[in-house]
């Protein structure tokens, strides 16, 4: 038997009936959902459940035409603005998998979940490393002391010289604007601790051994720095509650890559 699509009125109608709420309560609550995802679009935009949404921007480009009347010419591709949907691991599991208890879409990880490999090393006198980084010793909105912990993790590998930030979960990120030479390069990881509080401060990868003359945002590669406004806010969403740093090219064949099901993995 052949189903067909709902419609939506008929979505509205149908989470009326699972919520109790009025058919044009929830007609005002999907709009206003549809609003904040054209609105966020460029950071990425989280649906629980369902996927992240985003707007991505690509260079224009000059290639050699290898076919067609053209063959052997140069051309040149305008930039282009397209518009990405990276379905969620979580709808994949229900959507795909056997039938199963709806999750908690709005559940935190805590970080007790998240261990080392052993190839990340505890260093002695964290000071040392971060004494550029983090001036003065970090406190609380208390006042009280925070105290951070530094794991010096295997070299990142960059054969591109393109960095990535990005949700490896969720998708969706572009290489930062500016490149650097092909290489390994040390990444750190520290780990703050505020009181009963233990979580994951910031990642630090060197690029040069020579002292920091100035902090600057890293922005992405689509991201025209002229246009960019006092303000403005650059770097990648973090739907799954997850960050990396990688190599581009690694990223590209991340999204390449598919199961025999036909789906992605993740």
């Known amino acids: 038997m052949a189903f067909k699509r709902l419609t939506p009125i008929e979505v509205a109608e149908r989470l009326a009936e699972k919520t109790g709420l009025a058919v044009e309560q929830v007609k005002a609550l999907l709009t206003a959902q ?85 190839e990340a090393t505890e260093l002695g006198d964290p000071s040392i490393f971060l004494r550029e980084i983090v001036p003065s010793p970090a406190t609380a909105r208390d006042g009280s002391p925070s105290i951070q912990t530094v794991y010096e993790l295997p070299n990142l590998s960059v054969p591109s010289g393109r960095i990535m930030g990005c949700d490896p979960l969720t998708g969706g990120g572009r290489p930062f604007a500016r490149t650097l030479p092909p290489g390994s390069y040390p990444l750190g990881l520290v ?44 770097g990648y969403g973090v739907d799954s509650g997850t960050g990396c740093l990688c190599d581009a090219s690694i990223w590209q064949l991340i999204e390449g890559g598919s199961s025999p099901g036909g789906h992605r993995d993740h």
């Open 34 to 118: 549809a609003e904040l995802a054209y609105a966020n679009a460029d950071h990425g935009f989280a649906i629980p459940g369902i996927g992240v949404f985003r707007r991505e921007s690509r260079p224009g480009r000059t290639m050699v035409m290898q076919f067609g009347p053209k063959k052997g010419q140069e051309i040149t591709v305008p930039p282009k603005r397209t518009l990405k949907f990276r379905v969620s691991r979580i709808a994949m599991d229900m959507a795909l998998g056997s039938p199963q208890a709806m999750p908690d879409l709005f559940k935190i990880v805590p970080l007790a979940e998240f261990k080392f490999s052993s």
């Open 191 to 234: 780990i703050a601790k505020l009181g009963d509080d233990e979580r994951v401060a910031l990642a630090i990868l060197r690029l040069s051994e020579a002292p920091v003359a100035k902090w600057e945002p890293a922005a992405l590669q689509s991201n025209e720095p002229a246009a960019m406004r006092r303000g403005d806010q650059v």
